[in-house]
């Protein structure tokens, strides 16, 4: 399995930009399906970025057209490019990496928007 880092997050303004990292440690990391989940208070664990390992991605209603998935495999890399946050965007984000068999998480990353 693959120890996954996140890294990028903070407070930032309604109608701002930000953009998190996910590094992982371990090998195969071109082998991986990644994602981004996040985990707003009182609310359900959401997933609502991928991207295979053929480069796909796939995004929830919530963000699409606002937040960008992409891997540099040459990195070990998975990044989230955010814009246009909202307030509802506020949550802690976390990494995941999976296979048919193994799933790996990161230790999660808290993002706060707010004026």
């Known amino acids: 399995q693959v120890q996954l880092v996140e890294s990028g997050g903070g407070l930032v303004q309604p109608g701002g930009s930000l953009r998190l990292s996910c590094a992982a440690s371990?090998?195969?990391?071109?082998?991986?399906?990644m994602a981004w989940y996040r985990h707003a208070p009182g609310k359900q664990p959401e997933l609502f970025a991928g991207i295979t390992i053929g480069g796909s991605t796939n995004y929830a209603d919530t963000v699409r057209g606002r937040f960008t998935i992409s891997r540099d495999n040459a990195k070990n890399t998975v990044y989230l490019q955010r814009a246009t946050l909202k307030h509802k965007d506020t949550a802690v984000y976390y990494c995941?990496?999976?296979?048919?068999?193994?799933?790996?998480w990161g230790q999660g990353t808290q993002v706060t928007v707010s004026s």
């Open positions: 371990g090998r195969f990391f071109s082998m991986y399906t």
């Open positions: 995941n990496a999976r296979t048919t068999i193994s799933n790996s």
